[in-house]
């Protein structure tokens, strides 16, 4: 089935295989979801995510598809003193993000 393309390096991985043909562009993980959901595609979509999907609509992982992780991190600003916000937001992140 055709690959949905974004741009992005696990995409240009993928693609570079030559196991998938180019399918059709999406931007963002609503769009890609309900692409794959439609059973026609296939897709890269974060295991937190494509869990919620298949409550709705039963999804396969594609057998020995490689896996992918992403590490993320968050940066604020040395010299100005944190908000509210920003301090229960990295303390959220300390907390679950470890």
Request: charged share 20%; aromatic share 10%; with cysteine.
């Amino acid at each position: 089935m055709p690959l949905i393309y974004r741009a992005h390096p696990f995409i240009y991985d993928l693609m570079s295989t030559g196991k998938y043909i180019r399918g059709p562009v999406a931007s963002g993980l609503e769009a890609v979801a309900c692409l794959v959901a439609s059973g026609q595609y296939v897709g890269v979509l974060p295991e937190h995510y494509a869990k919620e999907i298949s409550m709705l609509h039963p999804l396969v992982e594609v057998k020995n598809s490689p896996n992918y992780s992403n590490k993320l991190c968050a940066i604020v600003e040395k010299y100005r003193p944190p908000s509210a916000a920003i301090d229960l937001f990295v303390g959220i992140l300390k907390k679950y993000c470890r």
